[in-house]
Protein backbone atom coordinates (compact mmCIF):
# COMPACT_ATOMS: atom_id res chain seq x y z
CA UNK A 1 0.00 0.00 0.00
CA UNK A 2 3.15 2.29 1.35
CA UNK A 3 4.09 2.47 -3.19
CA UNK A 4 0.39 2.98 -4.29
CA UNK A 5 -0.03 6.16 -1.50
CA UNK A 6 3.41 7.30 -2.98
CA UNK A 7 1.71 6.92 -6.48
CA UNK A 8 -1.59 8.16 -5.94
CA UNK A 9 -0.65 11.66 -4.05
CA UNK A 10 1.01 13.20 -6.70
CA UNK A 11 -1.53 12.27 -9.28
CA UNK A 12 -3.93 13.46 -7.08
CA UNK A 13 -2.37 16.61 -6.52
CA UNK A 14 -1.65 17.13 -10.48
CA UNK A 15 -4.91 18.92 -11.10
CA UNK A 16 -4.53 21.01 -8.46
CA UNK A 17 -1.74 21.84 -8.83
CA UNK A 18 -2.08 22.61 -12.30
CA UNK A 19 -5.35 24.94 -12.68
CA UNK A 20 -3.91 26.79 -9.74
CA UNK A 21 -0.72 27.90 -11.84
CA UNK A 22 -2.93 28.89 -14.73
CA UNK A 23 -5.21 30.60 -12.17
CA UNK A 24 -2.09 32.33 -10.86
CA UNK A 25 -0.86 32.84 -14.43
CA UNK A 26 -4.00 34.96 -15.95
CA UNK A 27 -6.27 35.21 -12.90
CA UNK A 28 -8.47 38.01 -14.70
CA UNK A 29 -10.59 35.69 -16.70
CA UNK A 30 -11.05 33.28 -13.42
CA UNK A 31 -12.28 36.91 -11.23
CA UNK A 32 -14.60 38.42 -13.57
CA UNK A 33 -16.01 34.64 -13.74
CA UNK A 34 -15.70 34.31 -9.79
CA UNK A 35 -17.62 37.67 -9.26
CA UNK A 36 -20.01 37.20 -11.86
CA UNK A 37 -20.68 33.98 -10.50
CA UNK A 38 -21.27 35.29 -6.36
CA UNK A 39 -23.54 38.05 -7.82
CA UNK A 40 -25.60 34.77 -9.01
CA UNK A 41 -25.88 33.45 -5.52
CA UNK A 42 -26.46 36.86 -3.83
CA UNK A 43 -22.53 37.00 -3.19
CA UNK A 44 -21.07 40.62 -3.49
CA UNK A 45 -16.79 39.87 -3.83
CA UNK A 46 -14.64 43.42 -2.96
CA UNK A 47 -11.94 42.06 -4.78
CA UNK A 48 -11.78 38.60 -6.63
CA UNK A 49 -8.61 39.16 -8.41
CA UNK A 50 -7.04 38.47 -4.71
CA UNK A 51 -10.08 35.88 -3.82
CA UNK A 52 -8.77 33.90 -6.78
CA UNK A 53 -4.97 34.61 -6.21
CA UNK A 54 -5.70 32.91 -2.73
CA UNK A 55 -6.61 30.01 -3.74
CA UNK A 56 -4.80 29.14 -6.38
CA UNK A 57 -2.21 29.44 -3.65
CA UNK A 58 -3.53 27.37 -1.00
CA UNK A 59 -4.13 24.85 -3.86
CA UNK A 60 -0.49 25.26 -4.64
CA UNK A 61 0.32 24.93 -1.32
CA UNK A 62 -1.90 21.71 -0.38
CA UNK A 63 -1.10 20.40 -3.15
CA UNK A 64 2.38 20.06 -3.03
CA UNK A 65 2.38 18.85 0.49
CA UNK A 66 -0.15 16.11 -0.77
CA UNK A 67 2.21 15.09 -3.84
CA UNK A 68 5.72 15.46 -1.32
CA UNK A 69 3.74 13.15 1.27
CA UNK A 70 3.72 15.77 3.89
CA UNK A 71 0.61 16.47 6.58
CA UNK A 72 -1.43 14.08 3.33
CA UNK A 73 -4.34 13.90 5.42
CA UNK A 74 -4.42 17.85 6.38
CA UNK A 75 -3.23 18.83 2.41
CA UNK A 76 -6.49 16.75 1.40
CA UNK A 77 -9.01 18.28 3.58
CA UNK A 78 -7.86 21.82 2.64
CA UNK A 79 -7.91 20.83 -0.92
CA UNK A 80 -11.29 19.66 -1.07
CA UNK A 81 -12.82 22.69 1.03
CA UNK A 82 -11.15 25.15 -1.43
CA UNK A 83 -12.56 22.67 -4.28
CA UNK A 84 -16.39 23.79 -3.20
CA UNK A 85 -16.28 27.24 -3.91
CA UNK A 86 -14.64 26.81 -6.87
CA UNK A 87 -16.52 24.23 -8.32
CA UNK A 88 -19.84 26.08 -7.18
CA UNK A 89 -18.37 29.15 -9.03
CA UNK A 90 -17.18 27.60 -11.99
CA UNK A 91 -19.50 24.82 -13.05
CA UNK A 92 -22.65 25.92 -12.36
CA UNK A 93 -24.47 23.92 -14.76
CA UNK A 94 -28.04 24.71 -13.35
CA UNK A 95 -28.03 28.21 -14.14
CA UNK A 96 -26.99 27.13 -18.25
CA UNK A 97 -29.28 27.74 -20.50
CA UNK A 98 -27.62 26.48 -23.36
CA UNK A 99 -27.73 22.74 -23.85
CA UNK A 100 -24.56 22.35 -25.07
CA UNK A 101 -22.71 24.52 -22.32
CA UNK A 102 -24.94 22.70 -19.90
CA UNK A 103 -23.75 19.30 -20.63
CA UNK A 104 -20.03 20.83 -20.78
CA UNK A 105 -20.55 22.25 -17.04
CA UNK A 106 -22.33 19.03 -16.05
CA UNK A 107 -19.34 16.94 -17.19
CA UNK A 108 -16.59 19.59 -15.40
CA UNK A 109 -19.08 19.26 -11.89
CA UNK A 110 -18.92 15.44 -12.14
CA UNK A 111 -15.34 15.82 -12.48
CA UNK A 112 -14.98 18.21 -9.44
CA UNK A 113 -17.69 15.99 -7.63
CA UNK A 114 -14.98 12.96 -8.09
CA UNK A 115 -11.60 14.89 -6.71
CA UNK A 116 -13.85 16.20 -4.12
CA UNK A 117 -14.61 12.18 -3.06
CA UNK A 118 -11.02 11.07 -3.56
CA UNK A 119 -10.00 13.72 -1.42
CA UNK A 120 -12.03 12.42 1.05
CA UNK A 121 -10.42 8.94 0.77
CA UNK A 122 -7.34 10.49 1.06
CA UNK A 123 -7.97 12.63 4.40
CA UNK A 124 -9.50 9.63 5.88
CA UNK A 125 -6.30 7.25 5.04
CA UNK A 126 -4.76 6.68 8.37
CA UNK A 127 -1.88 4.26 6.64
CA UNK A 128 -3.39 0.77 8.12
CA UNK A 129 -2.81 2.99 11.82
CA UNK A 130 -5.89 3.65 14.05
CA UNK A 131 -7.66 6.74 13.59
CA UNK A 132 -7.24 9.43 16.26
CA UNK A 133 -10.29 8.89 17.29
CA UNK A 134 -10.01 5.50 17.81
CA UNK A 135 -7.23 5.91 19.74
CA UNK A 136 -8.52 8.27 22.31
CA UNK A 137 -11.05 6.32 22.68
CA UNK A 138 -9.37 3.00 23.65
CA UNK A 139 -7.30 5.30 25.92
CA UNK A 140 -10.12 6.14 27.57
CA UNK A 141 -11.89 2.73 27.69
CA UNK A 142 -8.39 1.31 29.17
CA UNK A 143 -8.00 4.17 31.59
CA UNK A 144 -11.40 3.53 33.14
CA UNK A 145 -10.56 0.01 33.54
CA UNK A 146 -7.42 0.36 35.02
CA UNK A 147 -9.28 3.08 37.74
CA UNK A 148 -12.01 0.37 38.70
CA UNK A 149 -9.39 -2.36 39.25
CA UNK A 150 -7.48 0.07 41.54
CA UNK A 151 -10.80 1.25 43.17
CA UNK A 152 -11.59 -2.25 43.69
CA UNK A 153 -8.11 -3.24 44.92
CA UNK A 154 -7.96 -0.35 47.35
CA UNK A 155 -11.15 -1.10 48.66
CA UNK A 156 -10.08 -4.59 49.40
CA UNK A 157 -7.20 -3.46 50.98
CA UNK A 158 -9.17 -1.00 53.23
CA UNK A 159 -11.94 -4.09 54.10
CA UNK A 160 -8.89 -6.43 54.94
CA UNK A 161 -7.63 -3.73 57.05
CA UNK A 162 -10.70 -2.93 58.80
CA UNK A 163 -11.18 -6.59 59.46
CA UNK A 164 -7.56 -6.79 60.68
CA UNK A 165 -8.13 -3.61 63.04
CA UNK A 166 -11.50 -5.05 64.02
CA UNK A 167 -10.39 -8.44 65.01
CA UNK A 168 -7.38 -6.81 66.82
CA UNK A 169 -9.47 -4.38 68.75
CA UNK A 170 -12.00 -7.75 69.63
CA UNK A 171 -8.81 -9.75 70.48
CA UNK A 172 -7.69 -7.03 72.74
CA UNK A 173 -11.22 -6.55 73.92
CA UNK A 174 -11.47 -10.14 74.82
CA UNK A 175 -7.74 -10.27 76.44
CA UNK A 176 -8.76 -7.26 78.61
CA UNK A 177 -11.92 -9.08 79.92
CA UNK A 178 -10.22 -12.48 80.65
CA UNK A 179 -7.70 -10.06 82.52
CA UNK A 180 -10.44 -8.06 84.68
CA UNK A 181 -12.20 -11.50 85.03
CA UNK A 182 -8.86 -13.47 86.19
CA UNK A 183 -8.18 -10.13 88.69
CA UNK A 184 -11.46 -10.71 89.91
CA UNK A 185 -11.11 -14.50 90.43
CA UNK A 186 -7.46 -13.53 92.17
CA UNK A 187 -9.59 -10.83 94.16
CA UNK A 188 -12.45 -13.37 95.95
CA UNK A 189 -10.09 -15.66 96.68
CA UNK A 190 -8.08 -13.54 98.82
CA UNK A 191 -11.31 -11.98 100.31
CA UNK A 192 -11.59 -13.47 103.60
CA UNK A 193 -14.33 -15.05 104.51
CA UNK A 194 -14.65 -16.99 101.10
Known amino acids: MAVLRRIARPLLATPFIAEAGHALRSPRPLATGTASRAQQFGVTVDDPLRLVRLNAAVQIVAGGALALGRFPRSASLVLAASLVPTTLAEHAWWKEKDPELRKNEQFHFARRVGLFGALLLSAADTHGKPSTAYRAR ?28 GASMSDAASGA ?10 ARTMLPGQ
Do not use: F, Q, W, Y
Request: aromatic share 0%; charged share 20%.
Open 138 to 165: TAAHTSRKRAHRATAKAGGHLHSAIETV
Open 177 to 186: GRAVNSAAES
